[in-house]
């Protein structure tokens, strides 16, 4: 299975096998994955299916029974586990920052190990504050004196301090209210694309795992993978009734939350002109079945004005511009998910978002556009 | 009307001044001995409880017997140990006096030590294992600062209990400030009993002052602590 990856590899595990002591079963069992170097990977799965233990057992805090692990080629055990994990960010849910230090004390912790000079470790911590967006008046501040989610950015500014190739996270937005994770899990996904680790992320969440993760190991008890797949792969086709009953009955809303607004096939809409003349509109109209019609000007979406308005005005000898358009109620950007912007048409109580691609007319979105584009790739 | 002269009929005022500049230097002896003693048999109980404390941590099995010990000793009348002890040592030893205040301290010190690691959050020891820091550097700059507090909890009790009963050791020639209200009370003169009184009293209340400061100072973490938003 390793073939296509086997050039830039990063982490491979070998028929790793964990049974603890007084344990009858194993932990995790024969597992094999290969990590791609600069993507991230998700091992998702219900409580007690070992997808912590297989992520301990990356940086040795748990020793594997069997099986062989290695890191860019390197066998894991055949370094020291305090050298090792220096050499490796750690994530945790709790977070785990010393409470007794400072948040720059706690930032640099690897590189103080490391023996950086003061200099050296002052310019990474202020570096690394900006990267993860802290507010450098923090710095002098004590963990207790920051929110959840000032204190998980403090842990990722941690993990990445010494600038390992490697990161492993377990659960790292557990913690954290539904808002704060939303924003901590963009954050994520906008510093990976600065620094391109080879991220492991565990996690039990399966919206998180479709959101960040490049690849979804599933997991099931016992410590065994049930399918490794793409986010999308993992939606449209699930392995087996496990898969299926654990990514749940509403995978197509989840596939949508995959899908970019700016994905879809352009879509022009009833869309005119602020000069167009009643032939065009008629046009227009007919083709879209409409009875509402988009205004633009120039590169500018104008807003929206009815047919029934557009004739009168034709009628009278106006043009468009004697109407004065409503300015859209929904609009997207073409970063936004399908979920979104599926959100936004119900809630705005319309049929059609426009989308706003940095202050220019992008083209529109219909239901119809979202329902279409999920039968499209789900072959 | 008063038995055997021990009380004897109160006839001298509650303190005499004068009696107290002339015998100032008895009192600075008294309370200099006073703070050697208790001192002494603090730092003694702080080294003997470190040990007992990593034993605990180290060996859980160990936690049963050394709670049942220092217990036990902590339930002894302090006057009985030391008498038991003057034949041991000699009345004359400062050691008669210091090894019971001593053993009396374990109690209370092993009990918040033990404490103040057991309070540190897993994952607290987690991150530090999993930033690659060896089980030394993690007890020494992480698990040993955030016990401070415990500790320092320990040490003000033990410290105040044990100015209390150096007063005690009195009874076998130590004790300070003891001296002083048991040579007061014994001629019913009162005014060494006032004055050993007063001050043992205001030892007291300085050293828990000092020691407070003290674990102020080396927690400034613990200081600042507020709900911040989000």
């Given amino acids: 299975m390793a073939g296509r990856w086997v050039n830039d590899v990063a982490i491979r595990l070998t028929d790793v096998t964990k049974t603890f002591d007084g344990s009858s079963g194993a932990a995790v069992d024969q597992l094999s994955l290969d990590i791609e170097d600069g993507s991230i990977m998700a091992l998702l799965g219900p409580s007690g299916c070992g997808k912590t233990t297989t992520l301990r057992m990356i940086n040795r805090l748990i020793e594997p029974t069997s099986g062989r692990i290695e890191i860019n080629g390197v066998d894991v055990m055949s370094r020291s586990p305090q050298e090792l994990r220096r050499g490796i960010g750690y994530v945790i849910q709790q977070v785990g920052l010393f409470p007794h230090r400072t948040i720059r004390g706690n930032i640099a912790t690897v590189p103080d190990m490391l023996g950086w000079d003061k200099g050296r470790v002052n310019d990474r911590v202020e570096e690394l504050t900006t990267l993860v967006g802290l507010d450098h008046e923090l710095l002098d501040r004590y963990p207790d004196e920051l929110s959840g989610g000032q204190q998980q950015r403090v842990g990722v500014a941690r993990a990445l301090a010494a600038d390992p190739p490697v990161l492993l996270m377990d659960e790292p937005f557990g913690a954290v209210d539904p808002i704060v994770r939303t924003r901590l899990q963009d954050e994520l996904l906008d510093l990976q694309t600065k620094v391109r680790k080879t991220i492991v992320l565990v996690t039990h969440d399966v919206d998180e795992a479709l959101r960040l993760a490049d690849r979804i190991a599933l997991m099931n008890v016992g410590g065994v993978v049930e399918q490794l797949a793409t986010p999308d792969e993992l939606m449209r086709s699930p392995a087996n009734e496990f898969v299926e009953r654990f990514v749940g009955d509403d995978r197509g809303l989840r596939r949508l939350a995959l899908n970019m607004v700016g994905n879809l096939p352009f879509h022009q809409g009833p869309i005119v002109a602020h000069t167009a003349h009643l032939s065009e509109i008629e046009q227009v109209l007919a083709i879209e079945s409409s009875d509402w019609l988009g205004v633009t000007n120039g590169e500018r979406f104008a807003g929206w004005v009815t047919a029934d308005e557009a004739r009168a005005t034709m009628a009278t000898g106006g043009t468009l511009d004697d109407l004065e358009p409503r300015p859209p109620v929904a609009h997207v950007e073409p970063s936004d998910t399908l979920r979104a912007a599926m959100e936004l048409i119900m809630v705005s109580n319309s049929s059609v978002a426009v989308i706003d691609d940095g202050g220019r007319f992008g083209g529109v979105v219909t239901l119809e556009d979202i329902r279409r584009s999920l039968a499209a790739t789900g072959s | ?230």
């Avoid at chain 2, 605990?56 to 099995?61: E, K, P, T």
């Fill in chain 2, 1 to 230: 009307m008063s038995p055997a002269g021990l009380v004897a009929e109160a006839t001298n005022p509650i303190i005499r001044w004068e009696w107290v500049v002339e015998e100032s230097d008895q009192i600075r002896a008294a309370i200099v001995e006073h703070l050697t003693l208790t001192v002494l048999a603090l730092a003694l109980g702080i080294v003997v409880s470190a040990i007992l404390t990593a034993l605990i941590l180290r060996f859980r099995w160990m936690s049963t017997p050394i709670t049942a010990t220092t217990s036990l000793i902590y339930t002894l009348p302090s006057v009985a140990l030391f008498a038991l002890l003057a034949p041991v040592f000699g009345n004359l030893s400062r050691w008669t006096a210091v090894l019971p205040l001593a053993a009396y301290t374990l109690l209370i010190l092993v009990t918040n030590t033990v404490a103040g690691f057991l309070s540190i959050p897993q994952p607290v020891r987690d991150a530090a294992d999993g930033m690659g820091m060896s089980p030394i550097r993690r007890v020494w700059t992480v698990e040993l600062p955030l016990a401070v507090p415990y500790m320092m909890t320990g040490i003000r009790i033990a410290a105040v209990s044990t100015v209390g009963l150096v007063t005690v050791a009195a009874i076998i020639g130590q004790g300070g400030l003891g001296r002083l209200i048991f040579s007061g009370l014994r001629r019913a003169f009162w005014t060494p009993m006032t004055v050993g009184a007063s001050l043992s009293i205001l030892l007291a209340l300085t050293i828990d002052a000092v020691l407070l400061l003290i674990a102020a100072w080396l927690t400034p973490w613990q200081r600042r602590k507020r709900t911040p938003e989000s």
